[in-house]
DNA sequence: GTCATCATGGACCAGCCGGTCACGAACCCG
DNA sequence: CGGGTTCGTGACCGGCTGGTCCATGATGAC
């Protein structure tokens, strides 16, 4: 019955997000999102309503998938704390890289948290997801006899997003890979572990030149 | 042999401080700089060259300020570990309460450092002093016997400056004060703590409501 | 084939952006 | 007390901001 769009909707938020991931919500113009994105100005007005809307979904969108990659350590083939510690080589090594700059949930946190509702209880909500995963992780590894029963699982949750939040900082600036490989592995020796579970680990370091 | 100012230069950059701190260079336009600080257009321009400029007087007495409270740690009356403790602490308490932003440093490593060499270099440079006054204090805690001597203080002063970076992101999202100080209480369990040193350490925790 | 419907692209807008200019006022030194 | 120098104030600039209007074009249901 009428015209059918010419652009991919999610592919739209994507190019968004990676443009406000680059230069933030107020240092994007909107001539420099239509770039970004190809789509005509009015036809990112009719579809999400202005910038801020476009924003606002690109953020929902990096949230979850942040909290998505998150989750993920809930399922593998490794032990428990095997996952863990995967996932803090996975952030050190993406945040790492010479060109790597915070996520745009990261950027957004800290750019508009203070002064958005929305945008500080998305992020409260998305680090208490994190936090909550983390915990399980934990909790499952304690199960398996990985840890020590008298760890605080919800504790060390909270601990290791803060970590890899501040991981995520120290990246964007520049700090090398190696460094922050290193704030990794030393952020689990706050994990007691027992000695079934350092026997899971095996040695530890692989090759992450 | 001319007019003298009718402002205080160092009182004008702390205003500005306070003003990219509250809302980050791009969203911080120069009106609300001008009545942020009280002077005139043209008054900021000849005293600190434009916008930019004024900004990283503001960031780098920022960045300077970061590293100094760091310093600190490293002076007090407090046995080593316990300095640590503090710091941690002060740190929690400060970004968790109701209303806490992120400091212009963290904001300005966030928002610029991707797109800033200057920026960049200069919070690379202050994270590297501050990972060597708590490692400096680290060791001098081995030292005196209160962390064991295997601990790698250069690993553990990075590790702190990420917590503590974290927590600070975190804070300035909203999440609660003793959420904070969850946090900072469990990555002291990443330093192997000898008896001598818990005793120094005492029972922990005060009243922080 | 016709027509209602929606996407598109260009022109256009008021307002704000950071920055500049010209001029009068304030000051210290001689 | 006058001269030279700096400072503060207002008006002003071109350009860009996010947002809107409207004519045109493409589409598919009937």
Redesign the pocket.
């Known amino acids: 019955?009428?015209?059918?769009?010419?652009?991919d909707e999610a592919d739209v938020i994507a190019r968004a997000r990676k443009a406000f991931a680059d230069t933030g919500f107020a240092g994007?113009?909107?001539?420099?999102?239509l770039e970004a994105t190809g789509?005509?100005?009015?036809?990112l007005?009719?579809?999400f309503g202005?910038?801020?809307e476009l924003f606002m979904r690109a953020f929902l969108s990096d949230a979850a998938e942040a909290v998505e990659a998150v989750e993920s350590i809930r399922h593998g083939e490794d032990s428990p704390i095997g996952r863990i510690r995967s996932q803090l080589v996975k952030v050190a090594v993406e945040q790492g890289s010479a060109q790597a700059a915070p996520s745009l949930f990261t950027k957004a946190a800290v750019e508009l948290s203070a002064r958005d509702a929305e945008v500080a209880s998305t992020v409260e909500a998305a680090f208490e997801s994190m936090s909550r995963h983390y915990a399980a992780c934990i909790a499952e590894a304690q199960a398996a006899g990985e840890i020590e029963a008298y760890a605080d699982a919800d504790a060390l949750g909270t601990f290791f997003c803060a970590v890899i939040e501040g991981m995520s900082t120290l990246g964007g600036s520049g700090v090398a890979r190696a460094t922050l490989l290193d704030i990794g592995f030393t952020s689990m020796a706050a994990i007691p572990i027992t000695d079934l579970g350092r026997e899971h680990l095996g040695t530890g370091d692989g090759d992450w030149s």
């Open positions: 019955m009428a015209r059918p769009r010419t652009f994007t113009s909107l001539d420099t999102l789509l005509a100005r009015q036809s007005y009719n579809a202005g910038k801020k």
